[in-house]
């Protein structure tokens, strides 16, 4: 057998999602794996150690992980995790590396070669491996069943002979991944739903899926519409112009979901408590960067809170809230970036160093923090020899 892959129980206490498959251990077993699943890795995410074991993997404990040459998590490691993993073991999760230097410092004392998904640069080659895609879809996705939980009113339109309910307004702040699933999922439940973004090549995107694109349209929008698909700075007027109009349409809204993230910094902050006291009674706001402090004034992660009698969802881990659907496509998006350091003739693990996705997502190595986002500075990586 080649390389030992150990898949392990998230040990933080609100994750619910597990890092391998029933189909990713038998594609790790076809590609001569042997792979070590913790007991009850896979139990919130639907998946019984009898699917693992079917699939070809052994069902072990903790104290397992100790011989592994690769593990697969979903979450960063804890120390007490780290403590049981050997030197040199190739660790790959999504490990929220922003702010936490020590976290990154304590992995590369522990001699791991740590991985973080995160991070995969977004280029043809790693579409499979983007975690944040696979992820963010399904947060916009859970974004808008969450508001309709707490939401007292039908989505819909419907017309009975008891009288017509009209259909909810929802307003989509950002058109990114989860937002364009946000606005697909309000539309399919039969909303009436508008969308901003900083983006002016965003409007395109937000028309196709039946939203209207909410925006001061002047003659510097247009300019910067012809700029291509990235974020052009725009003028202090016309971003005063634009907040203008943000805060009337908010007014009319049932429904707001803001998903506005910058890696590595604090959330944008997008809806102020005017804003949410401007919306109509029973009003539902879902914030998608909370973890990042939030994009509407008086969230609270993981807590539903009532802010000028707008009902505030604050999950911090929306995938989580549908874990059966965002483990397979996790699962997916590690055990393809795991093949690419497959020595095919050994079977083993060998790194890559010259290699764009190691170079891009590769936090420590052999014993020093190698990323230059991190303070790396280890030759070879940091400055791409």
Known sequence: MGSIVFITKESIGSETRVAASAETVKKMRNLGFDIMVEAGAGVLSRIPDSEFEAAGAR????????????????????????????????????????????????????????????????????????????????????????????????????????????????????AGVAGLQAIATARRLGAAVSATDVRPAAKEQVASLGAKFIAVEDEEFKAAETAGGYAKEMSKEYQAKQAALVAEHIAKQDIVITTALIPGRPAPKLVS?????????????????????????????????????????????????????????????????????????????????????????????????????????????????
Do not use: C
């Open 59 to 174: 069902i072990g404990s903790v104290g397992d992980a100790a011989g592994a040459d690769v593990v697969l998590k979903v979450r960063r490691p804890t120390e007490a995790e780290i403590a049981g993993y050997k030197s040199g073991a190739v660790v790959i999760a999504i490990m929220d590396p922003y702010g936490n230097d020590e976290a990154i410092a304590a992995m590369a004392k522990a001699g791991l070669s740590a991985f973080a998904m995160e991070l995969m640069p977004r280029i043809t080659r790693a579409q499979s491996m983007d975690v944040l895609s696979s992820q963010a879809n399904l947060a916009g996705y859970q974004a808008v069943i969450e508001a309709a939980s707490v939401y007292d009113r039908a989505l819909p339109m419907m017309m009975t002979a008891a009288g017509t309910v009209p259909a909810a307004k929802v307003f989509v702040m950002g």
């Open 273 to 385: 408590r005017q804003m949410l006291a401007s919306m109509k009674p029973g009003a539902v706001a879902v914030d998608l960067a909370v973890e990042r402090g939030g994009n509407i004034e008086g969230v609270v992660a993981d807590e539903v809170v009532d802010v000028e009698d707008v009902k505030v969802i604050g999950f911090t881990n929306l995938p989580g809230r549908v874990a059966a659907s965002a483990s397979a496509l996790y699962a997916k998006n590690l055990v393809t970036f795991l093949e690419t350091m497959l020595n095919k003739e050994t079977k083993s693990v060998v790194l890559n160093l010259d290699d764009e996705l190691i170079k891009a997502t590769m936090l420590t190595y052999a014993g020093d923090v190698v990323h230059p986002a991190f303070g790396g500075t280890k030759k070879g990586i940091a400055d791409g020899q």
